[in-house]
C-alpha cells in the first residue's frame, strides 16, 4: 500500500509544527546564540523571522498546490525536475534528521539536570522510543505533541512574567559582542529554529482539508514562535549576566532557578526533556516522508514507498531516518549540527521562493494554489536575497552543507533515478527543446485522453484552448473566418503534473462538458464545420506542437492576454510557441468586443504587411466590417516622409478585397499614440512579435505592451517561412 490516511486537523497541524520550533531553538541554541553575539541573540531571531517570512508565505502557497507528502521536495522536484528534487529531498531529510539529532543532545542536557546519566546513552534510548511512536501511527502521535505544546507555552509564559521582576537594563551592555558580523552569523545559525514550518507541510497527504489546514497551521505556528522566540530571549538577555548564559545549553532551567529557586528550576528541566524528546519525535516523523515520496517516485528503492499493512505508517523509511539520527548524536559536534542545518535549510527557502516565481510566471495549467503569497514578487525577491546573506554570513560552512548534500545526491540519482525517470520538471518543459526541433524523434500522444482522438486527417486551422480563454466562442469565430467552409479543428488541452497519471483523470471534468456542449451548439446555429478534442498531457506546449505537425496546419490560433512590464518572466510562452512551431501562430487577446465592424491593421514594419492584410481582410469578409490600414509616423518628420508613407500604405490597399482605408497616425510617443488610436476600432491586427533580446523577454517587448494595453481585441500573426511540403 501506497496511499496514507489523512488524520490530521487543524490543532495537529499547528502542534506539529510548534512543537518542531519550540524544542532546540528556545530550549538550547540561545546559549550559543548569546556566545557568538551576546545581548542581542534576540535581535538574531527576529533577524531570522522576517528572513524567513518570504518563505513561509510561498511555502504555503505551495502547499495548497501540491498538498502530498513530502512537502518541499514535492515543490522542488515538480518546479525543477527529478534530479533537483534528489538533491532537496535528501538535503530536507538531512536537515530535519541533523535538528532531530540537536534536539536529542539538548534533551540529555535538560536531563543531565535531574540524573547523571550518560547524555548519548539516554539520547540513543529516548530515540529508540520515538522510532516506535513512529511506527505505531502519526495520529497518535500528534495528539501527544498537542498536549507537550500547551505545556511548554504555558511555562515559557509564566517564566517570562516571573523574571521580568529581576530584570536588568545593564546586562545589555555590550549590545553585540563581536558586532554586525556576529549579528548576522547568528540570523543563519538560529535559522534552524524555523525549520518545523518544513514539517506541516511534508505531511500534507496526511492533513484533512490541505488547503485550508495547511497555510492556517504554517502562519498561525510561525507568528506564534517568532513571538515566543524574541521575547524569551529578550527576558533572557536582561535576566542573567554575560558570563552565565554565554555557551548555556540549559539557559531556561539556569533563568527559572535564578527567579524562584531550584524547585522551579526542576520543573522547566522537566519541561525541557519533554519539549525535546517531542521536537525530535516531529522531525523524524516528517524527515521520513521524504525518503518516502522520493521513492513513490522512483528517484530512490521502491521498498521506502511502502507502507506497514497494520499501522499504515512508512515503517522502512522511518527505521532509516532513526539511523541517522543515532549517527548523529554519536559522532557529531552539537555546534556544527545547527549551522548544517540551518545552511540548507536556508538554501532549500531561497529556492521555495523561486519556486512560485517560476511556477506562476510559467504559467503551468495546473498549478492553482488556494492560497496566495502576498506582495508578489517584491516577497519573493527580498526572501531571494536575504538568504543569500545568510548564506554569506555563515562562510564555508554553507558550501560545506550544500555539497556534501549535492555531490551524493547526483550520485544517486545517476546511478538509481536518472533510469526510472524522464520527467523534466516545469524548468525543463518550457525551456529550449531539442526533442521538438528533432521532429522525428519526437512520440506524440503517450499520454492518456479523456476521449479517443483521430489525427489521421489534415486540418488548416487549428484551435488551441487551455481553458483560461475568456469567451472560446470568439476564437472560434475568429479562426473560423480563414477555413472557407473547411472542417476547423478545437483541441481542449488540460495539463496535470508529471506525477500525476493520466489515466487517473477517467471522467470529464465540468468544464470540458461545458465547453463540449457549447462548441456542438455553434457548430450547428453557426454552421461552422468542428471537429472537438480533449486531450490530457503533461507537456502542453509539445503538445499543441505535435498537434499542429500532426494536422499539418497552416494556421495555429491561441489565446493570450499579453505580456505588461510591471512583471518580469521567466518564459513567454508566445516565443516559445513561436520559436517552436512549424506553422503560422495567431495570438489572440480577447477585450470583450463580441461585433467585428472596424478592424485597424498596424503596418509596423514592411514585409509582413501581406500576411496580415489578406488575415485581415477573411475576417472582414465574414463580419462585413472595414478596414483601415493604419502606420505611425513621429510628429516631427517632415511632410515628404508622411507622403511617402501614405503612397506605400495605398499600394497596400491592393490586398483587400474588402472596404479599406489608409491613416498615417502622428505623434512623440509611439507606443501610447497606437494604443490611443485602437480605440476607434473593434479588432487590431498586427505582424510579427519580434523579441530582440533578453530584456524584452523577461520586462515584456514593444509588441507585448501593445496586445496588452490596447483598447480593443488584437490578433497578432508570427508569419512561418513554409518548408516545400507546404508550398
Known amino acids: ?256 532557578q535564578t527567579v524562584q529557586g531550584k524547585p522551579l528550576g526542576i520543573i522547566f528541566a522537566l519541561l525541557g526533556v519533554l519539549t525535546m524528546g517531542s521536537m525530535a519525535n516531529a522531525g523524524i516523523l516528517a524527515a521520513s516522508r521524504f525518503p518516502f515520496a522520493m521513492a513513490r517516485d522512483n528517484l530512490l528503492p521502491s521498498m521506502l514507498g511502502r507502507l506497514n499493512k497494520k499501522f499504515l505508517t512508512p515503517s522502512r523509511s522511518i527505521l532509516l531516518s532513526g539511523i541517522f539520527v543515532g549517527l548523529a548524536v554519536l559522532f557529531f559536534n552539537i555546534t556544527n549540527i545547527a549551522k548544517l542545518a540551518s545552511a540548507f535549510l536556508i538554501f532549500t527557502f531561497m529556492l521555495e521562493n523561486i519556486c512560485v516565481i517560476v511556477l506562476r510566471e510559467t504559467r503551468v495549467q ?19 536575497i536575504a538568504c543569500l546573506i545568510l548564506l554569506i554570513s555563515l562562510g564555508w560552512i554553507s558550501l560545506a552543507a550544500i555539497l556534501s548534500i549535492a555531490i551524493p545526491g547526483i550520485i544517486i540519482f545517476f546511478m538509481y533515478g536518472n533510469k526510472r525517470v524522464t520527467r523534466k520538471g516545469v524548468i525543463g518543459i518550457r525551456g529550449k527543446r531539442k526533442d521538438l526541433i528533432e521532429q522525428s ?149 480577447d477585450c470583450g468586443v463580441r461585433y467585428i465592424r472596424k478592424i485597424m491593421v498596424l503596418i509596423h514594419d514592411y514585409g509582413t504587411e501581406e500576411v496580415i492584410i489578406n488575415l485581415a481582410d477573411q475576417i472582414a469578409a465574414v463580419n462585413n466590417a472595414h478596414i483601415t490600414l493604419v502606420r505611425y509616423i513621429h510628429s516631427n518628420e517632415q511632410d515628404n516622409i508622411v507622403e511617402s508613407e501614405k503612397f506605400i500604405l495605398s499600394k497596400c490597399k491592393d490586398f483587400c478585397k474588402s472596404p479599406t482605408d489608409i491613416k498615417i497616425i502622428r505623434g512623440k510617443n509611439k507606443l501610447e499614440t497606437i494604443l490611443s488610436a485602437t480605440a476607434d476600432f473593434d479588432l487590431l491586427v498586427l505582424g510579427d512579435f519580434k523579441t530582440n533580446n533578453v530584456y524584452e523577454q523577461l520586462f515584456g517587448s514593444f509588441y507585448d505592451r501593445i496586445i496588452s494595453k490596447a483598447a480593443c481585441n488584437v490578433l497578432c500573426t508570427q508569419k512561418y517561412v513554409y518548408h516545400q511540403t507546404h508550398s
Open 1 to 256: 500500500m501506497r496511499e496514507l490516511v489523512r488524520t490530521l486537523g487543524l490543532p495537529s497541524v499547528i502542534a506539529i509544527s510548534l512543537s518542531a520550533m519550540l524544542g532546540s531553538g528556545i530550549f538550547v541554541l540561545p546559549g550559543i546564540a548569546y556566545e557568538q553575539t551576546g545581548p542581542s541573540a534576540w535581535v538574531c531571531y527576529l533577524l531570522a523571522a522576517i528572513f524567513i517570512l518570504p518563505a513561509v508565505l510561498s511555502k504555503a502557497e505551495l502547499a495548497t498546490a501540491m498538498p502530498a507528502s513530502g512537502g518541499t521536495y514535492i515543490y522542488l522536484e515538480r518546479t525543477f525536475g527529478p534530479l533537483a528534487g534528489t538533491i532537496s529531498g535528501l538535503g530536507l531529510l538531512c536537515t530535519l534528521l541533523l535538528k532531530s539529532s540537536f534536539a536529542l543532545v539538548g534533551f540529555g542536557a535538560y536531563l543531565s539536570v535531574l540524573t547523571n546519566i550518560d547524555i548519548k546513552v539516554v539520547a540513543i534510548a529516548l530515540l529508540a522510543v520515538i522510532l516506535i511512536l513512529n511506527y505505531v501511527g502519526v495520529g497518535k502521535v500528534s495528539k501527544a505533541l498537542i498536549a507537550f505544546v500547551t505545556l511548554t507555552i504555558a511555562g515559557l509564559i509564566y517564566l517570562s512574567i516571573k523574571a521580568s521582576f529581576v530584570f536588568k537594563t545593564e546586562y545589555f551592555e555590550p549590545f553585540m559582542t563581536n558586532g554586525m558580523e556576529g549579528l548576522f552569523s547568528t540570523t543563519a545559525l538560529v535559522f534552524v529554529s524555523y525549520a518545523g514550518v518544513t514539517n506541516a507541510a511534508a505531511l500534507a497527504e496526511e492533513v484533512h482539508h490541505p488547503e485550508k489546514n495547511l497555510p492556517l497551521g504554517i502562519l498561525i505556528s510561525f507568528s506564534i514562535v517568532t513571538v515566543i522566540y524574541c521575547v524569551v530571549n529578550f527576558i533572557l538577555a536582561g535576566s542573567l549576566p554575560a558570563n552565565e548564559l554565554s555557551g548555556d545549553l540549559r539557559s531556561l532551567t539556569t533563568l527559572a
Open 366 to 384: 495546473w498549478y492553482k494554489p488556494v492560497f496566495i503569497s502576498p506582495f508578489y514578487p517584491l516577497m519573493q525577491v527580498f526572501g531571494i
Open 441 to 589: 524523434k519526437v512520440s506524440f500522444m503517450t499520454d492518456s485522453n479523456i476521449a479517443p482522438i483521430d489525427l489521421s486527417s489534415k486540418m488548416d486551422i487549428c484551435v488551441s484552448l487551455i481553458g483560461k480563454e475568456i469567451s472560446p466562442e470568439t476564437l472560434i469565430e475568429m479562426a473560423a473566418s480563414l477555413t472557407g467552409g473547411q472542417k476547423l479543428e478545437v483541441a481542449f488541452l488540460i495539463e496535470i503534473p508529471e506525477q500525476t497519471g493520466v489515466n487517473d483523470l477517467r471522467d470529464e471534468f465540468s468544464t470540458v462538458k461545458s465547453l463540449r456542449r457549447r462548441v456542438l451548439a455553434m457548430e450547428e446555429q453557426k454552421k461552422i464545420p468542428i471537429k472537438f478534442d480533449v486531450i490530457v498531457s503533461h507537456d502542453i506546449l509539445k503538445t499543441i506542437h505535435e498537434l499542429s505537425r500532426r494536422l499539418d496546419c497552416h494556421w495555429l490560433f491561441i489565446e493570450w492576454e499579453g505580456k505588461t512590464g510591471n512583471a518580469f518572466t521567466l518564459n513567454n510562452p508566445v516565443i516559445w510557441l513561436r520559436d517552436h512551431l512549424s506553422c503560422n501562430l495567431v495570438v489572440f487577446r
